[in-house]
């Protein structure tokens, strides 16, 4: 059964650092592409980052954020550095399709992150 | 950046009702269109991908189609656990992009 677990959510307060884990099981994430969408309170979703052997950010997050993963653990990572207010969300770890094309086909529940001072 | 425009944001029906929701691309897309279905509190769920293939699992009252920059998400016979919000995201090109939603109420 495909999962995927976020965490690491957090106040945080503006100019600062977070990183949020996504723990996942059912499938490893050595074999497919993986992303990052975030969304904030009542507000759209927004694309954050893909990881598919090379990195995409969206320009938003380019510079300030690095996605990442780890084999051994099978998770996925996002480091997130001079956070913004703009920044609050809830933030999605999403498997991309084996297809090769980047749509989301498992998501996780998501991890909120507030920026505020 | 490719710009997806959703319309309407809102959208007041009745079970039973056919409801059809429109996703217009700045660019061409090429088919690379995919329909999400999103409860509150929820995480989004994947309807339909290559702007009209069914994921599995998903009812048949979910249909898509459309090519080129104009795209429709159709649900034939709205039910009861359809009441949700629905975006459109192309994923033709560097990154993706989703529209701004529809939110489909009683």
């Known amino acids: 059964q495909v999962q995927l677990v976020e965490s690491g959510g957090d106040f945080v307060k503006p100019g600062g650092s977070l990183r949020l884990s996504c723990a996942v099981s059912g499938f490893s994430v050595s074999d497919f592409h993986m992303g990052w969408i975030r969304q904030a309170p009542g507000k759209g979703l927004e694309w954050v980052s893909t990881?598919?052997?090379?990195?995409k950010y969206a320009d938003s997050v380019k510079g300030r954020f690095t996605i990442s993963r780890d084999h051994a653990k099978n998770s996925l990572y996002l480091q997130m550095t001079s956070l913004r207010a703009e920044d609050t969300a809830v933030y999605y770890c999403a498997r991309l399709s084996n297809s090769g094309y980047d749509y989301f086909d498992n998501w996780g529940q998501g991890t909120l992150v507030t920026v505020s001072s | 950046d490719i710009q997806m425009t959703q319309s309407p944001s809102t959208l007041s029906a009745s079970v039973g009702d056919r409801v059809t929701i429109t996703c217009r691309a700045s660019q061409t897309l090429n088919n690379w269109l995919a329909w999400y279905q999103q409860k509150p509190g929820k995480a989004p769920n994947l309807l339909i991908y290559?702007?009209?293939t069914l994921e599995s699992g998903v009812p048949s009252r979910f249909s898509g189609s459309g090519s080129g920059t104009e795209f429709t998400l159709t649900i034939s016979s709205l039910q009861p656990d359809d009441f949700a919000s629905y975006y459109c995201?192309?994923?033709?090109?560097?990154?993706?992009?989703f529209g701004g939603g529809t939110k489909v109420e009683i």
């Open positions: 990881l598919i052997g090379d990195t």
């Open positions: 995201q192309q994923y033709n090109g560097y990154g993706t992009t």
């Open positions: 290559d702007a009209s």
